[in-house]
């Protein structure tokens, strides 16, 4: 016997094998393409919910950043320069830590308006007692 006639003979076998069990094969194949379609869309899915978050910031927080590297009503060059101007600083009244924010900081929102003390400068802040609260960078 040749090889030809070999190879026909399995894939004649292969065929009446399939074709005996054709409503088997057809589910195993419907079901390898569901599961391989399902594991995709997860991966997709995650991917998609893995991005970082937008935050969106009141009007005013926008007031205090100055960009030095564009002119006004540009867009910027470098965007690691932006410079907060606005160094008012914020503390309340009745602290026993004595702990000042600046308004970027999330503890400067979470003083309520009738106890905040308002500083000009982080120097005045200083100058009046108070030092810079352990979550607020510069």
Same mark, same amino acid.
């Given at each position: 016997?040749?090889?030809?006639?070999?190879?026909? !003979?399995?894939?004649?076998?292969? %065929? %009446?094998?399939?074709?005996?069990?054709?409503?088997?094969?057809?589910?195993?194949?419907?079901?390898?393409?569901?599961?391989?379609?399902?594991?995709?869309?997860?991966?997709?899915?995650?991917?998609?919910?893995? !991005?970082?978050?937008?935050?969106?910031?009141?009007?005013?927080?926008?007031?205090?950043?100055?960009?030095?590297?564009?002119?006004?009503?540009?867009?910027?060059?470098?965007?690691?320069?932006?410079?907060?101007?606005?160094?008012?600083?914020?503390?309340?009244?009745?602290?026993?830590?004595?702990? %000042?924010?600046?308004?970027?900081?999330?503890?400067?929102?979470?003083?309520?308006?009738?106890?905040?003390?308002?500083?000009?400068?982080?120097?005045?802040?200083?100058?009046?007692?108070?030092?810079?609260?352990?979550?607020? !960078? !510069?």
């Amino acid at each position: 016997m040749d090889d030809q006639s070999r190879v026909q !003979k399995v894939f004649s076998k292969l %065929y %009446y094998g399939v074709k005996i069990h054709q409503t088997d094969t057809v589910l195993v194949i419907a079901i390898a393409l569901i599961t391989i379609t399902s594991y995709n869309l997860g991966k997709i899915s995650i991917s998609r919910n893995s !991005k970082t978050p937008v935050t969106i910031l009141e009007p005013n927080d926008f007031q205090d950043i100055v960009r030095p590297d564009v002119g006004e009503g540009s867009l910027p060059k470098n965007p690691s320069t932006t410079l907060r101007v606005n160094q008012s600083v914020l503390a309340s009244k009745k602290s026993k830590s004595k702990l %000042y924010h600046f308004t970027w900081c999330p503890g400067a929102g979470q003083i309520a308006e009738a106890n905040r003390l308002t500083f000009t400068n982080e120097q005045a802040a200083i100058t009046a007692g108070y030092t810079l609260a352990g979550n607020c !960078k !510069k």
